[in-house]
């Protein structure tokens, strides 16, 4: 079974968000280890005196609850608390079970290779172009019939 840690802290924050949504957080206006911190109602005993943080080392999100006789949760991972305490859309998406049905965006202009020309390849190649132009220009020359030049013929002026 997935563990949070295959998933960074970026795509956890939304799982974050959906489960402070839905156990009635509210924002406490101080940050826990450099995060923002929530207030939030205890999935297990229904009391709101638990709290919704980043842990330490920013690897994943905590939940606390802080109930005096100790409703039993204790501290949890974002993904103990999904497992445990989630709807079964969230689960799905957290296990990703959803996986299979998401198709993404794919680039539809084939990226240029980065490898660079040196300057004396690139004279190589100006050199090998330019010589070719020159064999086409004599090539058509040669294929066409020579036409002297004339001029159209002048009106006199007689009068």
């Known amino acids: 079974m997935p563990d949070y840690s295959d998933r960074n802290i970026y795509e956890q924050r939304s799982f974050f968000e959906e489960m402070v949504c839905n156990l009635h957080g509210v924002d406490r206006r101080r940050k826990v280890n450099g995060g923002r911190s929530y207030k939030c109602q ?44 989630g709807s079964d859309s969230i689960k799905n998406r957290w296990l990703r079970k959803d996986d299979e049905k998401w198709l993404p965006i794919k680039n539809r202009i084939p990226r240029k290779s980065s490898t660079k020309m040196t300057f004396r390849e690139s004279m190589q190649l100006k050199s090998t172009l330019s010589f070719i132009m020159a064999i086409r220009e004599m090539d058509i020359q040669k294929h066409q019939p020579h036409t002297p030049l004339t001029h159209p013929p002048t009106q006199s002026h007689e009068g």
């Open 42 to 85: 205890c999935p297990n005993c229904g009391k709101s005196e638990s709290v919704f943080f980043a842990s330490k080392n920013g690897d994943t999100f905590l939940f606390k609850c802080f109930r005096e006789n100790n409703c039993g949760i204790g501290c949890i991972t974002l993904h103990q608390l999904i497992i445990r305490y």
